[in-house]
């Protein structure tokens, strides 16, 4: 099992800048994938950025120059600097880190952009 603690979201005006963490424990020894996700209010839930146990990193495309994955697999952590923010980047954010076969989940952090 592996269990996920959101945190660092919250209000910002357009342009601003907010960075998320999230701190993973448990079986953390079988951690591969790591990733960030979104979900807006009457959307799915979609990809924002990942990043694998060896730094290979994916975006969006959405949020590519802005924002930026980031991990320490000494410390389990994973973090979203996210720059820029605007309004459309307004949604709850979700870790997601891939264990074997497992996808486990955070309980995910609001980020709320105001124009």
């Known amino acids: 099992q592996v269990q996920l603690v959101e945190s660092g979201g919250g209000v910002v005006q357009a342009g601003g800048s907010l960075r998320l963490s999230c701190a993973a424990s448990g079986s953390i020894f079988s951690i591969g994938f790591m990733g960030w996700y979104r979900q807006a209010p009457g959307k799915q839930r979609e990809l924002v950025a990942g990043i694998t146990r060896f730094g290979s990193r994916n975006y969006a495309d959405s949020v590519k120059g802005r924002f930026t994955i980031s991990r320490d697999n000494a410390n389990n952590t994973v973090w979203l600097q996210m720059n820029s923010l605007q309004p459309e980047d307004t949604a709850v954010y979700y870790c997601?880190?891939?264990?074997?076969?497992?996808?486990?989940w955070g309980q995910g952090t609001q980020v709320t952009v105001s124009s």
């Open positions: 997601k880190a891939q264990a074997q076969l497992n996808a486990y």
